[in-house]
């Protein structure tokens, strides 16, 4: 056998044994807004932030969801979105920002409680990301 092939095999098996016993980054990865209290005159125009501060690149796509505190339940506002199939990496230790159109789940009420959820995807495992905020 050829003493690279064994070189490459053994770095194969090694990163496969780094992958199946990958850390727990959900305390790494973050998603934020600008503001946590957004004027009801600026839905259209909200950015959202996605912060890796992990040692991996993950990917997220456009995709988001509102959710609003009914009681002690977050139940899901209802959208008519088709989102594009977008796969965005952000680089470990960096972050990515997101201009979102809050408008289009409805309306909202002033000074409710509501919760915009993401999905993001380390080395093919999801996670989800949740940032509440209030409407004024």
């Known amino acids: 056998k050829n003493p690279v092939e064994d070189i490459d095999s053994a770095l194969q098996i090694e990163q496969q044994k780094n992958l199946n016993n990958e850390e727990d980054v959900s305390d790494q990865i973050k998603i934020s807004l600008a ?4 004027e009801a005159t600026s839905l259209e125009n909200t950015i959202i932030i996605v912060t ?5 690149d993950i990917t997220v796509g456009d995709e988001y ?12 506002m209802p959208a008519n979105i088709v989102w594009n199939d977008l796969g965005i990496q952000i ?3 960096s972050y990515h920002e997101f201009n979102c159109n ?3 789940f409805g309306n909202f009420d002033e ?3 509501y ?14 990301l ?6 004024n």
Request: zero cysteines; aromatic letters at 14%.
């Open 102 to 104: 809050l408008n289009l």
């Open 91 to 93: 680089r470990a230790g």
């Open 52 to 56: 890796n501060d992990s040692m991996y």
């Open 115 to 128: 919760r915009i959820t993401k999905k993001v995807y380390v080395n093919q495992k999801e996670y989800t």
């Open 35 to 38: 503001n946590s209290s957004i």
């Open 130 to 135: 949740y940032a509440d905020f209030t409407v």
């Open 65 to 76: 969801w509102i959710s609003k505190l009914n009681g002690e339940q977050w139940e899901d």
């Open 111 to 113: 000074d409710e409680k």
